[in-house]
């Protein structure tokens, strides 16, 4: 006779292995999705997803009047690690503070189709990169204005972004899962994205923190961003934050899928 | 082979009704202070919704489930469909399953009704043939003619009925498993409804229909589970079993 446990588990890690194959052969219909989502956001406007881009070139060029001068900087320093440095905040941060809804968000859906739970998550993760994608523009732009020349270093931004991608899967999946069952972790999430955006140095550059460097140090959120950030400003990263930032990949991805495997049986109940 | 057995499943699930139940605070304060404090987080009500039912069904066979509102007829089809899992006994499910719960969910206000179409067919899992047959399938039974390529904004409630129970009634399945059949509309789309379902569950080969109407399940099924607060009180033939499930709700009409 198998324990309730060994019962729970073997149901449940059976189904959420079908529900990951599932999703991932179902892989377009997420990018579908995805796409109707963005696209609904702009439907009945001049510039449609332009307006991504413009408004990351208003925040640089605010950030860069502004604070310029405060961090001692130079404009088209400071310009070029803004316009590398927001995108990257961007994408990390909708991980934290837009997964929460994800199965909430979808629950008219979810009752309806036989789609299976982790395409919501694909969906959103498509719908960031579409975002990052727009607001990277605003960088090529500013580097060709003020005649930074691309370099092959850039290429790394790929697996660059496969990393990041992964690792907030992991923590998007944990994050939809818990968000589903407690609804004010949402609103907790974009309270942590606004005070972590302010420790991090996305707004600053790590170089000039004198003291308190625990902060960038012992800060996850650092590497990851130094991961993807590095190469669109022609800097190979560093071994260790590659090894870091797989770690902390790996580390999300499992805690999602523990976290899933653990809720499935209660999560319909949930939403 | 095609099959659906349910062998003594209950089904429980928590009703979070307060704001702190919900809350991640909530639940927080409740376990750190051991009970004391955001009591209501540490009290979740648990509804029982199925009490040990049991029942088998093989191909060909049509289960009507008849019951009060509340006996837990949706949860039984939630169920059936997977959304939900048992939290003790066993179901077992050979064949591909797709629900017909909740046609309204997945429309997109703004885009027209031929883009709702090929959006709900994709999520379906309908393929690119199938969506343009199911298309022109689906201006074919409506009759909507130009509003189609309208926005579904601008459909009466009538019109949307029509259209959410064309791709509803286009799903093809081993099993299929639907909640109440919907009923709106003028009379001559009614006498087309009415033979389209007929013609949709002729497809299926076990279906599972919640539905408070005897002459319907009489018709259309060949076997009636009647459910009272999640147990099962009758399971046989619709017409014994609907006759003894009215004597107890006079205000039903009987089947002729």
Redo the contacts between chains.
């Keep these: 006779m198998r324990t309730l446990w060994g019962d729970v588990l073997a149901t449940a890690l059976g189904l959420a292995v079908r529900d990951l194959a599932v999703s991932l052969k179902r892989l377009p219909l997420a990018a579908d999705l995805a796409s109707q989502d963005i696209h609904g956001k702009y439907k009945r406007t001049v510039l449609g997803p332009l307006w991504i881009a413009l408004g990351q070139a208003a925040t640089v060029g605010g950030f860069v009047l502004v604070f310029s001068s405060l961090f001692g900087l130079s404009v088209d320093v400071y310009a070029i690690y803004l316009a590398a440095g927001f995108p990257v905040w961007a994408l990390i941060s909708s991980y934290l503070t837009d997964m929460p809804n994800a199965f909430v968000a979808s629950k008219g859906f979810i009752e309806s189709y036989e789609v299976p739970w982790l395409t919501h998550i694909w969906r959103r993760s498509i719908g960031y990169l579409f975002v990052f994608a727009h607001q990277v523009i605003t960088l090529f732009a500013a580097m060709a204005i003020l005649r930074v020349p691309p370099k092959i270093e850039m290429l790394y931004a790929l697996p660059a972004l496969l990393i990041v991608s992964v690792a907030g899967a992991g923590i998007g999946i944990a994050l939809a899962v818990i968000g589903a069952r407690y609804r004010d972790l949402q609103p907790a999430m974009s309270i942590f994205a606004g005070v972590a955006f302010l420790f991090s140095p996305v707004m600053w550059r790590a170089e000039q923190l004198q003291v308190n460097e625990w902060v960038v140090q012992y800060n996850p959120l650092y590497y990851v961003i130094s991961l993807l950030r590095d190469p669109l400003l022609g800097v190979a990263p560093p071994a260790q934050t590659w090894v870091i930032s797989g770690g902390i990949a790996a580390g999300a991805l499992i805690t999602g899928v523990l976290v899933f495997l653990l809720s499935r049986r209660r999560l319909y109940h949930w939403l | 082979m095609v099959r659906l057995d349910l062998s003594d499943v209950c089904v429980r699930?928590?009703i979070?009704a307060t704001?702190r139940q919900?809350?991640?605070?909530g639940?927080a304060a409740n376990r750190a202070s051991f009970g004391r404090l955001a009591r209501d987080a540490g009290r979740i009500p648990v509804v029982n919704a199925l009490n040990g039912v049991t029942f088998s069904l093989q191909q060909g066979d049509r289960l009507a489930l008849v019951g009060r509102n509340g006996s837990g007829k949706t949860t039984m089809l939630?169920l059936c469909?997977?959304?939900?899992?048992p939290?003790s006994g066993e179901i077992e499910v050979e064949g591909a399953?797709?629900?017909i719960?909740?046609?309204?969910?997945?429309l997109?206000h703004?885009k027209t009704g031929f883009e709702n179409v090929e959006?709900m067919g994709?999520?379906?899992?309908i393929s690119r043939v199938g969506r343009r047959l199911l298309a022109d399938d689906v201006a074919d039974f409506t009759e909507l003619g130009d509003f189609l390529n309208l926005p579904v904004r601008t459909y009466s409630a009538g019109m949307t009925i029509r259209l959410l129970f064309a791709v509803a009634t286009s799903v093809e399945s081993d099993i299929l498993i639907v909640d109440e059949v919907i009923g709106a509309g003028d009379a001559h789309f009614v006498e087309k409804a009415a033979k389209r379902i007929r013609a949709t569950f002729a497809r299926a080969k076990i279906l599972v229909l919640a539905t408070h109407s005897g002459e319907i399940a009489s018709q259309l099924c060949n076997q009636m589970l009647w459910l009272d607060a999640g147990r099962k009180v009758m399971l046989g033939e619709p017409r014994t079993v609907w006759d003894a499930y009215i004597n107890q709700r006079p205000q039903l009409e009987a089947v002729a």
């Design positions: 699930y928590p979070y704001s919900r809350s991640i605070l639940f939630k469909s997977g959304l939900i899992l939290d399953r797709a629900c719960i909740n046609p309204g969910a997945g997109d703004d959006m994709r999520l379906l899992g």
